[in-house]
């Protein structure tokens, strides 16, 4: 607030009190002692005989702020509320503009992750937009259960799966008027969700975004883990606050107009899980922030305020168990036309920005890696280094652990010559740091910390660590961090592979220095270690390992190979027992991740031989995903089935590049999104595959068109398809025909779920010709929901009396009616009927 301003205010209240006011005004000013401060002089009051020399002395007196305050305590004392209570409201309106030009300056600049000490960009120039979708989290239920809600269920599920949502809409009302006061932001490491939240401060603080929150307060919880003093909420906000004496009472006044933006919630070092009586609702009491923390989360304390959250998806669960997120959504990353604007931000040079692009994207697995920011940034950043150079443009890595690799290699270059010969002992120290902290959930490192891991070489540390300074009490400290999360997690992984001189792991019983540990812990609760497992699998791909120790000068020893192997194939993250069948599926798309990193098709098609299938559910495939799929698939040594349900694929052209990816991915694709231009090749595969036994494309609308299509594929002699389901596929009487010719032909289709279509009579009609073919060998068909009435049951009873195989007809939520079920009846009295289950 504008010292003139503030003046303003209070000479406008003073000026308000009649003579008589003014004279007790001045007198109980002269002994109020406020806040332990010295009173204004009697001589000087004596000299005020008029508002504006009041005013004047007080702000030289106390400071235009603490004036203000001065001022209000005074009125309510001699009953003038009125005037107090507009003061306080000017003073309020005031303190929200100040606030927010305090907000824009702290968040007009950034600093580049490595740039010179005092270098700074502007966000704005740096901001390139990220491609968000609103998450749906599925409630899985019984299959005949959701075939009775109905086909407009399958019509409403399919508009709420993964619409891309916008940040400006992110605390707007759905679709039953409900605003949401929790909302979650999901990202995977480095995809750019701490940039977003800057971002949104940024443009609300320039009255571009959420008007309607007074005050927003950003919370990095890695800081946070560093704070030991006790405090209150009161002195949380505070501290975000431009001023030592912020109007809290006035702030706290209306939570409902309050949101916190809680930056990295799986960075926290503390549980949420503590007994209620320990929580605080008081945001003036004083205790450990991790109470003050976890009361907020928790909404036990100021539950009327709105809170923004981010985090990576492996704490997703962690955060689900106390709160009750109401809206979440998941950053995807860059578009292709995202990255391309990306590239020309971060070089100045547009020719160098072009060139560098176009080069790029040129090699097709580095460019769909480039999604991810923090992978665009390092890409951007060799780049950039070889151009600096004169150096021709290099770039062969295709996996994110080559990626990284790459970038260490690429700051090693700057090192002298000298400072090179202690270079892999420096490694091992920092790879020491960095394993200690993953494990401890630490981030930020103080001085100790570096000094008790020898890390004292001040010229090189600059190069992989940042330093900055915090506040410890009364007294300012000095911490430093890895330039982002994920190369902490790069050189954690690092420490398990580095071969071992005996000079970086003095404790060997330690637990931090054992894989198996790491991979048990992973395997159980520490979902947190998903990248440095990651790192792991790439560290041992031959290729990028040569070219780091060729960098370095360091051993990697790839030993642990044959534990990486064992844990593959024995995790619970990893396999999953299906009831009766008893197949070992993969139920972690991380699986194949890791997979992809290593690169060693004998590695892979061993790890892979041990499961029969694949089973996800509710995931967003970026193109990065659908790639590394893509690549297990091709290694596979007995693929059975991949059961995908509630699944998206995202694309930029995205019915061409899904289309491409059904050839490998046809195994229960349910809601995909997918559409007749798919069902092609899905031909094609029913006519090729000897192992594909099972295809669900429930909730896509492939429409009659589309099932032509299929049916080719089906009708086709190579074809081994056992189970098709086809709920919610926009199909009408217009297929049966096509259908009818299917199962008086193929020898293998055993179930064939066809319910929530409008089939109707007629197409009931049609199907019934196909039924009592005598080469028929359906023995399950679903008819739930497809508009039929009793005059197909005459149709339905012919079948019953007829068909040797059916065994179980499922044709609830119809319209048959009393004469429709007596038709059915003279069907299933038949003595050649075989029907054992109806529903």
Known sequence: MARENTKDFLLEALEDLTLDMFEKFKYKLSYIDYDEMANLSKYLLKKANDPVKLADYMCDHYGADLAVDVAIYVLERINQRDTAAKLKQEKGKDYKMK???????????????????????????????????????????????????GRRHAEIMQEQVNSSIAISDLFKPDRDRQTPKTVVILGAAGIGKTMTVRKIMLDWASEGLYRQF???????????????????????????????????????????????????????????????????????????????LSSLLRKILLPECSLLITTRP???????????????????????????????????????????????????????????????????????????????????????????????????????????????????????????????QRVLFEEEAINEFLLNQRDTLPLFLNESTFQKGIVCGSAYSFIHLSVQEFFASLFYVLEDDGETRDKQDDPKSDVKKLLENYGNSRQDFMLTVRFLFGLLNKEPRNALEKETGCKISPEIKEELLMWLQTSQKTALAVNAEKRAVIHDLEACHCLYEIQDESFVKTALGYFTGIYLRDINFTQLDQKVLSFSIKKWPKLESLDMGYCSFISEDHEEHLDQQLAKLSHLLEWCKLTAACCGLLATVLSTSQCLTELRLRGNALGDPGLRLLCEGLKHTACRLQRLGLWGCSLTDACCGDLATVLSTNKTLLELGLSANALGDAGVHLLCEGLKHPACQLRVLGLWGCSLTDACCGDLAT?????????????????????????????????????????
């Open 214 to 292: 007074d005050y927003v307060f950003y919370i990095h919880c890695r800081e946070g883990n560093l704070l030991t003093a006790q405090g209150s909420m009161a002195d949380m906000i505070s501290k975000c606050c431009p001023s030592d004496n912020p109007p809290l009472a006035e702030i706290l006044r209306r939570p409902e107009k309050l949101l916190f933006v809680i930056d990295g919630f799986d960075e926290l070092r503390f549980s949420l899980d503590r007994p209620q009586n320990d929580l605080c609702s008081d945001p003036w009491e004083m205790k450990p922030v991790e109470i003050i």
């Open 314 to 440: 492996a704490a997703l669960q962690k955060l689900e168990q106390y709160l009750v997120c109401e809206r979440s959504a998941e950053i995807l990353g860059f578009s292709v036309a995202d990255r391309e604007e990306y590239f020309y931000k971060f070089f100045e040079n547009k020719e160098e920005g072009r060139k560098s692009f176009q080069f790029v994207k040129g090699n097709e697995m580095v460019f769909t890696m480039c999604l991810v920011p923090i992978m665009c940034w390092i890409v951007c950043t060799v780049m950039k280094q070889q151009l600096e150079s004169g150096e021709d443009l290099a770039q062969t890595a295709k996996t994110t652990t080559g990626i990284y690799i790459l970038y260490v290699s690429s700051l090693l270059k700057s090192l002298s010559s000298k400072l090179k010969q202690n270079l892999h002992i420096i490694l091992k120290r920092l790879c020491c740091l960095a394993a200690d902290g993953i494990w401890k």
């Open 99 to 149: 606030y927010r030009e305090h907000v824009q300056k702290n968040y007009h600049w950034i600093k580049d992750m490595n740039a010179r000490i005092g270098e700074m960009v502007t966000l704005n120039s740096r901001y390139t937009r990220l491609v968000l979708v609103s998450g749906h989290r599925h409630e899985k239920k019984k299959e005949h259960e959701i075939m009775a809600v």
């Open 799 to 839: 079948v019953l009396s007829t068909n040797k195989t059916l065994l179980e007809l499922g044709l609830g939520a119809n319209a048959l009616g009393d004469a429709g079920v007596r038709l059915l009846c003279e069907g299933l009295k038949h003595p050649a009927c075989h029907l054992k289950e109806l529903w």
